[in-house]
């Protein structure tokens, strides 16, 4: 993994919050255009809803692999709202509507907010990430996301000393989305405090460049790249910071399969499957996983003296 240091970052590389905001507010509504030329049949075209984000940070995270083609990122999907084929999202997420939108911060904090999404972007200079995202079902991409770091939201709420876990509430309006009860919506996953505050969880607003398409959880998702793929919850609407261990939709939904802690790890197998390897979308041959899908180095300490296979 490559690993750029902050201090290689020049400050002229970092645009002020405030023009990314302003820059982005006006990309965001030039993009329904654009997609509409960009892309070929009338319902990706709307799911699509690209728009260029403009110049972006250079972040010191970025590994260094080839990476997934954007037809593959933005139409082999799980958003199970939108339907449980991996092709159903990039058809069906266009009936969310992505803007206005605003994400309710509460619970254990100082300063408890409601942000709208020129607010969020004002939060941090929107950086580019190449992270890996690495499902449970054994599949992964290699991703340019485009986002801020889930900690300049944090701190700008003020968490308080009894705050230790992070709860994160999705969407669901049943007027767009699937109402079956595949999982028990909205979505929800969860964090400890410090994997939340860890530089490496981003807010992602944009991949390849381009807003996120809805069908990647537009205007607002979760990344975190060590952890398999449903940790990163999608189309976020609340952000509750608690005392207690919240409840997430997966571990609801299959407490063996599906553990809190989901830290990719290829020693702990899913009860159904092993998760000693994945497939590369695109590649034909397997490959191994790594632990903590290839950024132990960044973030196994926060699991020391931890029996990882009680938690899961
Ligand atoms: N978020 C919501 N709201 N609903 C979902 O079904 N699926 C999760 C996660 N976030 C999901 C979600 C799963 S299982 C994965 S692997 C990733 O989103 C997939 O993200 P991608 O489609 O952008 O690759």
Known sequence: MLIKHAADIRPSEITSPELYADRRRFLRLAGAGTAALALGGPTELLAAQAGDLGPLVKSPFRVDEPLTPRKDVTRYNNFYEFGTDKGDPAI??????????????????????????????????????IYRLRCVEAWSMVIPWVGFPLSALLK?????????????????????????????????????????????????????????PNQNGAPVRLVVPWKYGFKSAKSIVTIRLTDKQPNTSWNDAGPEEYGFYSNVNPDVDHPRWSQAKERRIGDFLKRKTLPFNGYADQVASMYAGMDLRKNF
């Open 92 to 129: 069906n997420a266009h009936r969310m509507k992505t803007d206005p939108w605003t994400i309710k911060v509460e619970g254990l904090v100082g300063k408890p907010r409601t942000f709208d999404l020129d607010q969020i972007y004002k939060l941090a200079p929107l950086e580019e990430r």
């Open 156 to 212: 700008a709420v003020e968490p308080l000393g009894s705050a230790r876990y992070v709860e994160f509430v999705t969407l669901f309006d049943p007027k767009v989305m699937d109402t079956r009860p595949v999982l028990d919506w909205p979505y929800k996953e969860g964090l400890r405090l410090d994997e939340a505050m860890h530089p490496l969880t981003l807010m992602a607003v944009g991949l390849y460049g381009e807003v996120l």
